[in-house]
């Protein structure tokens, strides 16, 4: 099982990215799916979280400005990144709740993609 994560870059205050993570592997079930980010020195925080279902869940540092949605049949997962700021500037990971083919009714396990940096420059 793996999280593949695109779409990191560096772009101008104000301007727009699209992050995506695609979980591959022997699936069962996905639950949440989530984007968090990280700056050096500080901890990794939740950016958003999508359930299966459809409920989401944001920073209040992004609410308004970025928004997750997930395709289910592609088991992927997107954050689309609107006005951003230099203090959005973090690798951000994406994470996903797995249920395996080989264990479906064991709970899920935490998964991580490998990061993609975002930078916007002040």
């Known amino acids: 099982m793996q999280l593949q994560a695109s779409g990191g870059g560096l772009v101008q205050p104000g301007g727009s990215l699209r992050l995506s993570c695609a979980a591959s592997?022997?699936?069962?079930?996905?639950?949440?799916m989530g984007w968090y980010r990280q700056v050096p020195g500080k901890q990794r925080e939740l950016v958003a979280r999508?359930?299966?279902?459809?409920?989401?869940i944001y920073a209040d540092s992004v609410k308004g400005r970025f928004t997750i949605s997930r395709d289910n049949a592609k088991n992927t997962v997107y954050l689309q990144m609107n006005s951003l700021k230099p203090e959005d500037t973090a690798v951000y990971y994406c994470?996903?709740?797995?249920?395996?083919?080989?264990?479906?009714?064991?709970?899920?396990?935490?998964?991580w993609g490998q990061g993609t940096q975002v930078t916007v420059p002040a």
């Open positions: 999508v359930t299966n279902s459809g409920s989401t």
């Open positions: 592997g022997s699936i069962f079930s996905i639950n949440n």
């Open positions: 994470n996903a709740a797995v249920r395996r083919l080989a264990a479906p009714f064991r709970p899920p396990d935490d998964y």
